[in-house]
């Protein structure tokens, strides 16, 4: 019973959102919210004392659950949900989230052409709830067991000298690995190593940054690459993996990566002051006057534009997934 129906004041679906709250916070810790030795006193508490804190009484429960629950059980009704659909949103994800299970194929019902009760809603959520918890302690205890079974994970140092990587990127031989760095104070410059090995041998080319490797050994550096703690920026060039002379392709490159087959270049090209998301060069698919990072090229074939404070996702009409970082100018 929700305290505005106990102190016998008007009720609304928010009610019926408090007493969802309350079987859900008893089907996590184990125990009732506001039980107490009698019907008078456990009334009392409804209206005036708070629950035991779930991260005191279920610290193992997924901290999303914890806010829905805490939000569900608000003293004031304005406190809850504005609306039902927003409660049966936050339940979803969290079963999603939690279980990271498709359930796109069940409960997939022909239309109806009556509004289903509240009673209707909240046992479907509740539902959710159940099958989220459950997920969540299950997977909780499956992920110990191979914890425990995995080898500890190995972690070596290749190289030791004092200053900055620009940037480091794998070969397509899997072993040889191309870096970029500022040591002792000079201009990046490209080296390559060996994975197990701690020796380096520098390309000869410098100012410049590695951006990517492609399929077919060739590189994506920044020429003139000045920047020694965050991505080089500077002027495009490529040039063949075993060294040579760079070619020049475009200037003011923030970043830039292969497509799959080794032949084009997803690139972060800034015009005008306009930071433009390109692939191939010279077709702009996104732009911003904010500041765009760490471009990659996979085959999956959306392009997602991940940052701080906003996702925007678009199609690309080639066959990749560009992923790209924004921060937007405050």
């Known amino acids: 019973m929700s305290p505005e129906q106990a102190s016998g004041q008007p009720v609304d679906f928010r009610s019926d959102q408090f007493s969802l709250g309350a079987i859900v916070y008893e089907m996590a810790t184990g125990k009732r919210a506001f039980e107490r030795a009698t019907a008078v006193q456990t009334l009392s508490a409804v209206i005036q004392e708070e629950p035991e804190p779930l991260s005191a009484a279920a610290p193992k429960a997924p901290a999303n659950l914890v806010w829905i629950i805490e939000r569900c059980l608000a003293k004031d009704p304005e406190e ?180 799959p087959d080794g032949k084009d270049l997803a690139v972060i090209h800034t015009v005008l002051g306009v930071q433009r998301l390109e692939y191939p060069i010279g077709k702009a698919l996104y732009k911003t006057e904010g500041y765009l990072t760490g471009i990659r090229v996979s085959p999956s074939g959306d392009l997602s534009l991940s940052s701080s404070t906003n996702r925007v996702t678009t199609s690309v009409e080639s066959s990749v997934w560009l992923i790209v970082q924004a921060v937007r100018r405050t």
Not at 118 to 143: I, K, P, W
Not at 176 to 188: C, R
Request: with cysteine; glycine share 12%.
């Open 80 to 259: 809850r949900y504005a609306s039902t659909k927003d409660l049966a949103r936050d339940l979803a994800a969290l079963r999603d989230h939690a279980s990271g299970i498709s359930v796109s194929g069940i409960g997939q019902a022909a239309p109806r052409r009556f509004r289903p009760s509240r009673a209707l809603l909240a046992a479907g959520a509740l539902g959710g709830v159940l099958l989220a918890v459950l997920a969540f302690f299950a997977g909780q205890r499956l992920q110990a067991g191979r914890d425990r079974d995995a080898p500890s994970p190995l972690g070596r140092t290749l190289t030791f000298r004092r200053g900055f990587l620009t940037g480091a990127r794998f070969a397509p031989d899997g072993q040889t690995i191309v870096y970029s760095a500022a040591w002792d104070g000079k201009p990046s410059e490209i080296f390559t190593t060996r994975v197990g090995s701690t020796e380096s041998r520098p390309l000869g080319i410098f100012p410049a940054g590695i951006l990517a490797v492609s399929s077919i050994g060739e590189m994506a550096i920044s020429l003139g690459c000045e920047n020694r703690w965050e991505p080089c920026f500077g002027t495009l060039a490529r040039v063949p993996l075993a060294g040579g002379t760079p070619r020049e392709v475009l200037d003011n490159v923030v970043s830039a990566d292969w497509s």
